[in-house]
C-alpha cells in the first residue's frame, strides 16, 4: 500500500518571501501521479499543482512549483512570493496510474500555511 | 459550470442516531467519491463510484455506512448508527472519468457526533 508523509504540522511564511512544503511518500509502483491541493478555511479543496512520475522535469502552475525527487521519494511545493491568500491547509496526495487500479488519492495529514503580512 | 453541491454543510447528532448526506456532482461526471476527513489528518476515500456501480468500498465500514447512485448522477451517504468517531467532515468528489482527469471536490459536511 501506498503511504504519504507531511512530517511538518504548521508552516509560516512572510509576505512575498518563498516557502517550502515538503512530503515524502512510499510506493514500490514506477509510474503514479503526485498532487499538491490547497484547503482553504471554507475546505473546498483545490488543485494546486500535478506532477507524473515519469517526466523528469518539475511541474511549475505561475508561483507554485514542485522539486520531484523520484530516486528519494520527495515531492516538495515551493511557493514564491507568498500572498495573504496562500494561507491554507496544503495536502500531498499519490495516484496510482496501475492499469485497473481505482483513481483514488491517498493524501498526507497535512501541513498548515500561514502567512504574515 | 457549477460546481459540486453538498448538503447540509453542518449536521449535529447524538450517537447512536442516524444521518444522511447528499451530493450533486458536477454534470456530466461519471466518477463520484466519497471521502472521510476526520480531525487533524488527510481525507480517506470511502467509496467510489463509476456511474451508478461501486469501483471501491474498501474502506467503508459496511455495518454502519452506506452509500447508493442510484440514477448514476446525485449520490446519498448514510450513517446508521452514529458513533463519536464518526465525527468528520465528508467530503464528495467527482471527475469526468476514473483516468487521470481531475478530481472536484465539494464543500464538505462537517458531522459532529455527541
Known amino acids: 500500500a501506498q503511504t504519504v508523509t507531511q512530517s511538518q504540522p504548521e508552516m509560516s511564511v512572510q509576505e512575498a518571501e518563498t516557502v517550502t512544503l515538503s512530503c515524502t511518500y512510499d510506493t514500490s509502483e514506477s509510474d503514479y501521479y503526485l498532487f499538491w491541493y490547497k484547503q482553504p478555511p471554507s475546505r473546498q479543496m483545490i488543485l494546486v499543482i500535478r506532477?507524473?512520475?515519469?517526466?523528469?522535469q518539475n511541474a511549475t502552475e505561475n508561483r507554485f512549483s514542485v522539486n520531484f525527487q523520484k530516486a528519494a521519494k520527495s515531492f516538495s511545493l515551493k511557493i514564491s512570493d507568498s500572498q495573504l491568500g496562500d494561507a491554507a491547509m496544503y495536502f500531498c496526495?499519490?495516484?496510482?496510474?496501475?492499469?485497473?487500479?481505482?483513481?483514488?488519492?491517498?493524501f498526507g495529514k497535512g501541513i498548515t500555511l500561514s502567512v504574515r503580512p | 459550470e457549477a460546481g459540486v453541491a453538498q448538503s447540509p454543510r453542518y449536521k449535529i447528532i447524538e450517537k447512536r442516531q442516524s444521518v444522511a448526506f447528499w451530493c450533486n456532482p458536477i454534470s456530466g461526471h461519471a466518477t463520484l467519491y466519497w471521502y472521510q476527513q476526520i480531525l487533524g489528518q488527510g481525507p480517506k476515500l470511502l467509496i467510489q463510484?463509476?456511474?451508478?456501480?461501486?469501483?471501491?468500498d474498501s474502506q467503508l465500514p459496511k455495518d454502519r455506512f452506506s452509500a447508493e447512485r442510484l440514477k448514476g448522477v446525485d449520490s446519498t451517504l448514510k450513517i446508521q448508527p452514529a458513533k463519536l468517531e464518526d465525527s468528520a467532515v465528508y467530503l464528495c468528489a467527482s471527475s469526468l472519468t476514473s483516468g487521470i482527469n481531475e478530481q472536484f471536490f465539494g464543500p464538505g459536511t462537517r458531522l459532529t457526533v455527541l
Open positions: 506532477q507524473e512520475a515519469y517526466k523528469q
Open positions: 463510484f463509476q456511474n451508478n456501480g461501486v469501483v471501491d
Open positions: 496526495a499519490y495516484r496510482s496510474k496501475l492499469t485497473g487500479a481505482n483513481s483514488k488519492l491517498t
